[in-house]
């Protein structure tokens, strides 16, 4: 009977103590997160979504500290164009060597290297890697049960990516670009 309770114990203890131990590190659901892209020209917009590859968030109980995503750059989606109707021409431009280049280019990176805040509310600093090129990266970032949002802009240009960039090419007019790009990222763990 005692090595009955004993071994009930133990059992109970390596459960308690394996949930405690990996409880910080929460993996991202690549079906339910959702990561929105919006680029301005002079004479509109486009917008869409990428897919995840994969993440994860860490905390130190209800605290954020830490996490680390891939990015698919092959599945850059157009949403506001139709089949047919230039979305094919657009999407492929994108991936071309003029903006992401993912054939040599196949994944982006952002690895959170500091966190400040609480409560739910934090402002995330960290590294974002696109098109090879590392730079660090700061934005605010919510989290509420298992979603963390987040809004910012990326100035693509700083990534080497500067086609129709008023910043560095004249007499664009029309045809310019804007250097920054909107993410909308929410994550669900």
């Known amino acids: ?80 164009l139709k089949a047919g109707e230039g979305k094919e021409k657009l999407e492929a431009h994108l991936k071309s060597n003029d903006f992401f280049g993912v054939e040599d280019y196949k994944k982006a990176m952002f690895t959170i290297t500091k966190v400040t805040g609480e409560n739910g509310n934090y402002r995330v600093y960290g590294d974002l890697t696109i098109k090879g090129q590392t730079l660090p990266k700061t934005f605010e970032l919510s989290v509420k049960d298992n979603t963390a949002t987040a809004n910012f802009k990326v100035d693509r240009t700083k990534y ?29 763990f």
Do not use: C, P, Q
């Open 1 to 80: 009977m005692k090595n009955n309770i004993l071994k009930t114990g133990l059992f109970a203890f390596s459960i308690l103590f394996s949930t405690v131990v990996f409880a910080g590190e929460k993996k991202v659901n690549l079906e339910e997160s959702t990561v929105n892209w919006k680029g301005y020209k002079v004479t509109g917009s486009h917008e869409g979504n990428i897919k995840l590859a994969e993440g994860v968030l860490t905390f130190e109980g209800e605290t954020l500290t830490g996490g680390k995503f891939t990015i698919d750059m092959t599945s850059i989606n157009v949403t506001d």
């Open 160 to 188: 080497d990516i500067r086609y129709g960039s008023a910043s560095f090419f004249d007499n664009l007019k029309d045809k310019a670009i804007y250097d920054e790009f909107d993410l909308n990222v929410t994550l669900k």
